[in-house]
């Protein structure tokens, strides 16, 4: 019985094949090109999205064959006749890159000097598209022409072609699964939903890169871009510190590991509202890398935090300190030493400690643009608050001597006149 059927399934396989080998035989690429070069050529009423969409196949079902660089060239015509301009460049570049040396070379070289001539949006790339015209090496092979053609459209970076470049690497993706570029192109994938506006597509095609490659050493920048994603967008701040938080263990010599710590510090304090966590984080990116051009920002926002959210004055105090002696030569220590004297002021009530703070700036920051002001509400604190009039004058003068072409040098004077006024009064 076996047998029988056996010997059954072998002739329908035969009969089955005899039926569909001359369909097929006859569904060829030369078969098919020729009968979409009429249709163009004959123009029969708007079928152009119907030839667009058949040559585009065309380009998928027979890439390899001789007539796929004329159906890419015939494709950016149909394009340019349609004035369908980008998506005309991007089709006459794909068959120089991948076709190098085609008949349609000139062509092809022309259709995009046309759209050149009538893009100024292109302008700032022109130096790029003038050395890309000459595509590829003609012994490159099949994998080299692709990646060439990618990262030119990568760097080409047009909004106008990005659907464009993300079917484009989608069909990389389709043809060389297994290559070891792969990644880079996925990657990519990503940031062209990312600037398409479409984010969820983005998260997970970066977060497809997360539980794929999950020991990739690029993989940091998709962790990065999805915790952006994640908090700015969609608002899943969580989400977005758990993948920040994966940067800094896993990938501590990571480029981004500092931007990890910083905008877990920014999630936690200005969404979550864990004070204390943002501390923690900041802390992290000033510990690890004290040369970073935010540890200042950051130890500014931990000294905030201490002040005006936990009310710990000394524990800020000594953040500003710290910013002062660590970091002496950043002009933003004129800003904590302000800080730290409205902290005295406001809240400590220490008025001779809140003016010897202001006017420390004219001392360490001689050259700060508010160190003039800064002089003159120490005088202010110990003329209204201490009635110190002569340390008040002391500091008022201090303005004209030490900057004498500032604005605030006629109210110094001013300042003087009155204070002195006062102490002739007290005697």
């Known amino acids: 019985m076996s047998k029988k059927l056996l010997l059954l399934g072998v002739t329908a396989a035969i009969l089955g094949g005899l039926l569909v080998s001359p369909a097929a035989a006859q569904y060829n690429p030369e078969h098919l090109y020729q009968h979409l070069q009429s249709v163009y050529e004959r123009n029969d009423g708007d079928i152009s999205g119907y030839l ?29 006749d349609k004035n369908k301009r980008h998506e005309a460049l991007a089709t006459a570049f794909k068959t120089l890159y991948l076709y190098p040396r085609s008949l349609h070379e000139s062509e092809c070289r022309d259709i ?7 893009e100024v949006v292109y302008a700032p790339k022109k130096g790029l598209l003038e050395s890309a015209v000459y595509g590829t090496a003609i012994d490159a092979v099949t994998l080299e022409r692709w990646h060439a053609y990618l990262t030119m459209l990568k760097e080409l970076d047009q909004p106008k ?25 996925l990657e990519w994938s990503g940031d062209l939903y990312s600037r398409l506006g479409k984010i969820w597509e983005a998260i997970y095609s970066y977060r497809k890169l997360e539980e794929i490659f999950p020991d990739h050493p690029q993989l940091p920048y998709a962790l990065y871009q999805q915790s952006l994603l994640l908090t700015e ?18 990938y501590p010599e990571s480029d981004l590991a500092p931007t990890a710590a910083y905008t877990i510090g920014r999630i936690k304090e200005r969404e979550l509202k864990d004070y204390n966590g943002a501390i923690e984080a900041y802390r992290k990116l000033v510990a690890g890398w004290p040369k970073d051009e935010r540890a200042v920002e950051v130890l500014l926002s931990i000294a905030d935090i201490q002040d005006r959210r936990l009310k710990e004055y000394d524990l800020a105090l000594a953040t500003y300190d710290e910013i002062i002696k660590d970091y002496v030569s950043d002009p933003r220590g004129a800003r904590a030493l302000e800080l730290t004297g409205d902290l005295y002021a406001e809240n400590l009530k220490d008025y001779l400690s809140a003016a010897n703070s202001y006017a ?13 002001e800064l002089l003159i509400k120490a005088g202010n604190v110990c003329a209204d608050k201490l009635k110190d009039y002569r340390k008040a004058i002391e500091y008022y003068q201090m303005v004209p001597n030490l900057y004498p072409a500032s604005k605030k040098v006629k109210e110094a004077n001013k300042l003087t006149d009155k204070a002195s006024k006062k102490l002739t009064d007290n005697l």
């Open 161 to 185: 072609l990005y659907d464009w470049s993300l079917a484009e690497a989608r069909t990389f993706v389709t043809r060389f699964p297994t290559d070891s570029l792969i990644y880079p192109v």
């Open 360 to 372: 420390r700036v004219s001392k360490l920051y001689t050259a700060d643009e508010k160190a003039p």
């Open 52 to 80: 667009i969409d058949e040559l585009t196949q065309f380009g998928l079902i027979f890439p390899d064959d001789a007539r796929a660089a004329d159906a890419s060239w015939l494709l950016a015509k149909l394009y340019l």
């Open 112 to 118: 995009i000097q046309t759209v050149l001539a009538k």
């Open 233 to 250: 967008r969609v608002a899943k701040h969580e989400d977005a510190v758990s993948r920040c938080t994966r940067i800094l263990a896993h």
